[in-house]
Nanobody, 120 residues
Framework: QVQLVESGGGLVQAGDSLRLSCAASGRPIDTYVVAWSRQAPGKDREFVASISARGRNMRIADSLKGRFAVSRDSTKNTAYLQMNSLKPEDTAVYYC?????????????WGQGTQVTVSS
């Protein structure tokens, strides 16, 4: 029904910024929460951020507040994750998902992920 494709990852140095995109196709996702999560090798997937269907409510993981922000553009059927002041510990595969609520725990569609590597 819905396909999600993340893009924008890459290899950057500590302190750099990246903007990840989550492009949806198949159906509009303007009725879904979009949640971002990340997973480093050997670690559990962790919640990063989420944004409500209308973009009026957002959640950012406590440790990422002030550095990360989430947004969306319904006209492009796309959501974004802005990552600033990147740190080596941000290195992970980043995923987006179309979800039912802002927790990001109940999601219907997932992307394949995009690798973010932050060197020191």
């Amino acid at each position: 029904q819905v396909q999600l494709v993340e893009s924008g990852g890459g290899l950057v140095q500590a302190g750099d910024s990246l903007r990840l995109s989550c492009a949806a196709s198949g159906r509009p996702i303007d009725t879904y929460v979009v949640a971002w999560s990340r997973q480093a090798p050997g670690k559990d997937r962790e919640f990063v951020a989420s944004i409500s269907a209308r973009g009026r409510n957002m959640r950012i993981a406590d440790s990422l507040k002030g550095r990360f922000a989430v947004s969306r553009d319904s006209t492009k059927n796309t959501a974004y994750l802005q990552m600033n002041s990147l740190k080596p510990e941000d290195t992970a595969v980043y995923y987006c998902a179309a979800c039912s609520d802002l927790s990001g725990r109940h999601c219907q569609y997932w992307g394949q992920g995009t690798q973010v590597t932050v060197s020191s």
